[in-house]
Structure formats: C-alpha cells, structure tokens
C-alpha cells in the first residue's frame, strides 16, 4: 500500500525516510558532480578529440538506456532498498578501480570507458528503484515536488563541484575527484541502509526472461497507449539529440572556441548548475499553479530563444549567461515531465513504464553525441552548435503545434 503524504504535512521532507533518503541521494550527487567534470576532461586530455570525448558520454548513455527496461522490471519486483544499495557498492567499486588505476599510471581510455558503461547499467537500476520510490514514500500527488527537490540537490551540488574541479584538476589532476565520488558512493549505501523500507509491499523476486520480456512489452503498451505520454516521449526524443550532441562537444566548444583553461570550464559548470538549481526550484513552485501542457510548451518556446545566443556571442562569459538560462529552462521541463509521468502511471507499474520511456527518449542521445561530435571534428564546434540551436527551434516549435502536448491539464 502507497503511504500518501498528508495534506497537513508542511512538506515533503515531514517524512524521516525521505529525509534519510534525500541526504543520502544529495551525497552521491555530490561525487557525480566531479566525475562528470573530471571524466570528460581526462578523456579530452587522452586524445583532444571531441568525438572521442563524446564517445564517453555514449558509454554511459546507450547502456543506461538500454537497461533501463531491466532496471525498471527489477524496481517492480525486487526490493528496492537492497536494489539500490547493491548499485551503489558496484559504483563505488568501479570508480575506487579508476583512482587507483590512475594513480599507479596504467588507467587507459578504454578502461574509462568499460568502467563508464559498468556504472551507467548500475545507475539505470538505481533510478529504477528511485522512481518508484518517490510514490512509494510520498503519494503520487507529490511527485513532481520531490522530483525537484532531487534535481535541484543534484544541480546544487553541481554549481560547487565544477568549480572546485576545475581548480583541484589543474592542480592536482582528477584523482581526488575520483577518491570523492567513490566514498560518495559508500556514504551513499550507509544512508540508504537506515531506511526501513523503499517497497515494494509483495517482493517476487528475480524475474526470469519471461518476465522480463511480459515487463517490457508491459512498458511500452502504457507508455505508447498514453496519448499525452507519447507525445512527450516523442519529443523528448528529437530534443535529446540536439541537447546531448551539444553537450558532449561542450568542452571542445570552450576550449577551442575561446581558448578556455580547465578551471575556466569547471567555473562554466558550475555556472551552468546554478541555473538548474533555479529551474529545479521552479518547477517545485509551479508544479500545480499552470496546466501541465501550457507550462511544458512555454518552457519549450523560452529554451529554444535562449539558446540562440550561445553561437551568437563571442565572450565566454556571455555563453556561460545564455546557457545558464537554457540550463534553467531546461530542468524546469524534466521535473515537470517527470512528475507528470509519475502521476498519471499505476503505482505497481511505475519501474516498467519509466524503463521503457527511458530506453525511448534517451534514444535520442547517442546519435546526437556522434553527429555533432563528428561536426565538431570535421568542421567545428561552432557549427555543430549551430546544427543544435536550430534542431532546438524547430521541436519547440512542432511541440507547440500538438494539441497532446499542448492541451494536457492532468
């Protein structure tokens, strides 16, 4: 049985267990923070290839989505808490081989990028576990509130540790960021460990692969049966490749567009987060004052315009502002759509639909990463840019124009 929050209770942070877990959850974000700063700049370090530092991101992007199906069939059947923990002791494993790996000297790109895809498997089923736990704790109407809450701890953490990363990388080099995020990693486990219970009520174990196989067709029936969760998807799908290829070529973007140093980018990162903090805290405020589709399309609208800027100015400074604003549009969108998703998906299926809209809209990710990482290479990292800024006005633009978008009020 789902324990709804109480409408008396002053927020969601009057349940303990979500407290625990949200403490937990903000310590492993925090060591996130600088592994996705550190990772990329060794990567781009190894080789100064764009390509091949977008190729790190396809490492944790193809099989995360990939098992996602997995991972939400295991959240529906299996006990989450344990789920998670055991997720969290690979991660912490993987990225102890990486700090120790680089500090005796023999860490290579290709073991960065095995240990990636081990890490992005484990992190698909712990956001399994995540997102059904979220309705498990507090009742499907808070969702989106504490979705954004979970955003913002993780976009806070983001506005420091790029700054501090940066700095600490030209210094010292990434391994104490790889030391952090592997003790976040433990720290983590131990406050999941004090939770009592992240459901679900009846655990039925390891599914077998006809299960597996029921669960994800299971998945993608509600997901494509769902007219307004489709289209969502859809979009979801065109923004991410445009929105992820940008991403990956962001740092040769800085570098070799405005000659940025290593802490010129971290400062840029950390930038950047704060507008996601801002656009997370948004979201948790206007989670129920706007009908969820004229919310979602003006947002798509103001990020498409915001974007524009970034190839437009030539001061590094400038493109931190327009991409901040971006970044904070952008998450104001991702806590909204998946607060939505959480609403309106049955409780005992919530893992497996979310699998399968995983698996759908990050999709779009690898291929975005590898065109305009291709682009960046051959042309430049300008035009690729250019490729995204337009891609961006153009589904902005369709998403408008679709009424299952467009008119959604659940």
Not at 73 to 100: E, N, P, Q, Y
Not at 178 to 185: E, K, P, S, W
Not at 199 to 215: E, F, M, S, W
């Amino acid at each position: 049985m789902s324990r709804a929050a109480s409408p008396k209770a002053p927020g969601i942070f009057a349940s303990s267990a979500f407290r625990q877990y949200f403490v937990g959850q903000s310590l492993s974000l925090l060591g996130d923070g600088l592994r996705t700063l550190a990772v990329p700049l060794l990567a781009y370090h190894l080789t100064h290839s764009a390509l091949s530092t977008g190729a790190a991101f396809i490492c944790e992007i193809v099989p995360f989505s990939l098992f996602s199906l997995v991972g939400g069939s295991l959240a529906d059947r299996l006990d989450r808490r344990k789920l998670m923990i055991g997720c969290d002791a690979i991660r912490f494993a993987v990225m102890a081989f990486f700090a120790v790996a680089y500090w005796q000297h023999v860490l290579t790109l290709p073991m960065i990028y095995g240990g990636l895809i081990v890490i992005s498997i484990c992190a698909a089923a712990f956001l399994g576990g995540q997102s059904s736990s979220i309705p498990y704790l507090l009742g499907r109407e808070r969702s989106t509130e504490a979705i954004a809450v979970l955003i913002a701890s993780e976009n806070a953490s983001s506005l420091v540790t790029p700054v501090i990363g940066g700095a600490v990388f030209t210094i010292f080099g990434p391994l104490p960021a790889l030391i952090v995020n592997a003790l976040t990693y433990l720290a983590s486990q131990l406050s999941l460990a004090r939770i009592p219970s992240l459901g679900p009520d009846a655990v039925q174990g390891v599914p077998t692969p006809r299960h597996l196989a029921a669960d994800v067709a299971l998945g993608f029936r509600q997901l494509w049966g769902d007219v307004g969760m489709r289209a969502q998807a859809l979009a979801g799908f065109a923004f991410n490749v445009f929105g992820f290829g940008c991403y990956a070529i962001l740092i040769p973007f800085l570098k070799k567009g405005f000659g940025a140093s290593d802490q010129v980018v971290g400062i840029f990162f950390g930038i950047s987060a704060a507008g996601a903090v801002a656009g997370a805290w948004l979201a948790s405020r206007w989670a129920t004052r706007w009908p969820f589709g004229r919310a979602l399309t003006v947002a798509y609208l103001l990020d498409a315009v915001a974007f524009l800027p970034v190839v437009l100015v030539r001061n590094v400074w400038l493109v931190a502002l327009f991409w901040t604003l971006s970044n904070t549009i952008a998450n104001f969108e991702i806590a909204q759509i998946i607060g939505f998703r959480l609403r309106v998906t049955p409780e005992h299926m919530i893992g497996r639909v979310m699998g399968a809209v995983r698996l759908f809209v990050l999709s779009g990710m690898a291929p975005g990463v590898l065109i305009l990482g291709w682009v960046a290479d051959t042309r430049s990292p300008l035009a690729a840019m250019w490729i995204a800024c337009i891609g961006y006005i153009v589904i902005a633009l369709a998403a408008v124009m679709t009424p299952a978008i467009r008119d959604e009020q659940r």
